[in-house]
């Protein structure tokens, strides 16, 4: 929930709010296109903390699932490199494009992290990899999101999202 409610913020204070709703829209769009060129099923919705899930009707492992989850930042990227020239779509799409290629357990980088990490060890240590990586990366984005409040006194989406990441990872509602 704490995902749409930083959606919604971002939102109201956005100069586009049509360029940031197209931004997430291309984003998952991609995401839908890779599950249904590897045959994944028919896709549900999950909302959690952090924000919504896409879930597919078979279970993506190994060199799928690290497709499946960066082929949303890859979307996202691809479209904000054909429509330069629509600034706000742009940074949205970049932005939103990195900000999921953060290696977090409930961003996509964080999903590809697993895949890579689940390929090369065995299964208690690939999960405290991730589990660590997760802690000091959102650690790290907080620490950025305090930062530029100070500096700059921005809104404070990236915080609230940071908040909403550390507790998915802590309850591991991920």
């Excluded at 704490?2 to 940031?20: D, M, N, R, T, W």
């Excluded at 991609?30 to 959690?48: D, E, Q, T």
């Excluded at 952090?50 to 597919?56: A, E």
């Excluded at 100070?150 to 990441?165: D, E, I, K, Q, T």
Aim: some cysteine.
């Amino acid at each position: 929930m704490a995902g749409i409610i930083v959606f919604i913020l971002c939102a109201a204070v956005s100069s586009s709010p049509l360029s940031l709703f197209l931004a997430v829209f291309v984003h998952e769009a991609g995401h839908l296109l890779c599950a249904a060129l590897l045959h994944m099923g028919y896709p549900r919705l999950k909302i959690n903390a952090v924000g919504m899930r896409v879930l597919y009707g078979a279970p993506a492992y190994g060199a799928r699932r690290a497709a499946l989850c960066l082929s949303g930042p890859l979307a996202g990227a691809v479209f904000a490199a054909v429509f330069f020239r629509f600034r706000f779509f742009f940074l949205y799409s970049m932005g939103f494009s990195l900000i999921n290629l953060i290696p977090v357990s409930c961003f996509d980088g964080g999903g590809a992290l697993a895949a890579l990490c689940d390929a090369v060890f065995l299964p208690d240590i690939s999960v405290r990899i991730q589990k660590t990586v997760s802690v000091i990366s959102v650690i790290l984005l907080w620490a950025l999101s305090v930062t530029v409040q100070l500096r700059a006194g921005a809104n404070l989406s990236l915080m609230v999202l940071c908040c909403a990441a550390v507790v998915a990872i802590l309850t591991d509602r991920a």
